[in-house]
Nanobody, 118 residues
């Protein structure tokens, strides 16, 4: 059973930084592309960033390019999202899942809330 546990969210002022973590399990994590997505209440889940399974290739949504960095540690089945220069529009619940530019599995974690506000 695929499982994702996100952590690291919080309240931060505009311009601040946060690093999110995702512990993935229940599948061969190192062999899968992984993505971060975010959702604001009442809106569709939005793709944020992806990282390839066995290589360093990454891809970012235009809205976060240059500010966010996705990375992974395949020895620990962990995926990270380093967020800098945060803006109020980055406020959302952040989720991770397998897949390139999408969530490949129907199982979702509880997400981690990021709130950017002064």
């Amino acid at each position: 059973q695929e499982q994702f546990v996100e952590s690291g969210g919080g309240l931060v002022q505009p311009g601040g930084s946060l690093t999110l973590s995702c512990a993935a399990s229940g599948f061969a994590v190192p062999y899968y592309d992984m993505s971060w997505l975010r959702q604001v209440p009442g809106k569709e889940r939005e793709w944020v960033a992806s990282i390839a399974g066995r290589e360093t290739r990454t891809l970012y949504a235009d809205s976060v390019k240059g500010r966010f960095t996705i990375s992974r540690d395949n020895t620990k089945n962990m995926v990270y999202l380093q967020m800098t220069d945060l803006k109020p529009e980055d406020t959302a619940v952040y989720f991770c899942n397998a897949g390139w530019r999408s969530g490949a599995f129907s199982a979702w974690g509880q997400g981690t809330q990021v709130t950017v506000s002064s």
